[in-house]
């Protein structure tokens, strides 16, 4: 099927990371308590981070850990605390619309591998000319970061605030009802 494909341990290890990756996207799909989600989805922050140690962009990988799977699983987990939900669990209630989803999702991956492998497209491949080769990358991040994004970087800072001070906001406005 893959007449191409090499199996290295950098392939393998691939592999594996996506399959934690999935596997933690439909646990954060499928969960019912919001605390579980979180810890899902920092499961998902973690497994990007592997894909970049994989792309040799440790620096994405180190801010990745941080900023996400840190900082932002940690908001959450401080959000969840910080509002109410309810003690009792709603009943579950069986329907088709995981297997539908399931039937579906299975579908759509059969198309996208299909198109994949009979399509006549010339996908991209790495060239030892790149005007960045050679180059490291930490530093043209920090040169892009504070110089043509540093509005955007100091915008998403304070939204995380804002949407943190909201969240402390709407439990006091619960508590005091």
């Known amino acids: 099927m893959f007449s191409g494909l ?10 594996l ?8 996207g ?14 899902s989805i920092g499961g998902v922050f973690i497994g990007a981070a592997a894909i970049y140690i994989l792309l040799e962009a440790d ?28 003690e009792m669990e709603r009943p579950a209630v069986l329907t088709a619309h995981p297997v539908w989803a399931t039937i579906g999702t299975a ?11 009979f399509s006549n497209i010339k996908w991209p491949q790495a060239t030892p000319d790149s005007p960045f080769q050679g180059q490291d990358n930490v530093k043209l991040i920090g040169e892009a970061l504070f110089s043509q994004y ?20 709407l439990a006091n406005k619960e508590e005091k009802k």
């Open 6 to 15: 090499v199996i290295t341990g950098q392939t393998v290890a691939f592999f």
């Open 17 to 24: 990371i996506a399959l934690f990756l999935i596997a933690c």
């Open 26 to 39: 439909v646990m954060l799909l499928s969960m019912k308590k919001v605390i579980y989600m979180a810890i």
């Open 59 to 86: 620096f994405l990988a180190f801010a990745q850990v941080l900023v996400y799977a840190g900082a932002i699983t940690i908001m959450l987990l401080f959000a969840i605390m910080l509002t109410k939900h309810e």
């Open 107 to 117: 579908g759509l991956g059969l198309i996208v591998l299909w198109v994949v492998k």
């Open 150 to 169: 540093v509005i955007p970087f100091e915008l998403v800072s304070v939204v995380l605030i804002v949407a943190l001070v909201g969240a402390i906001t």
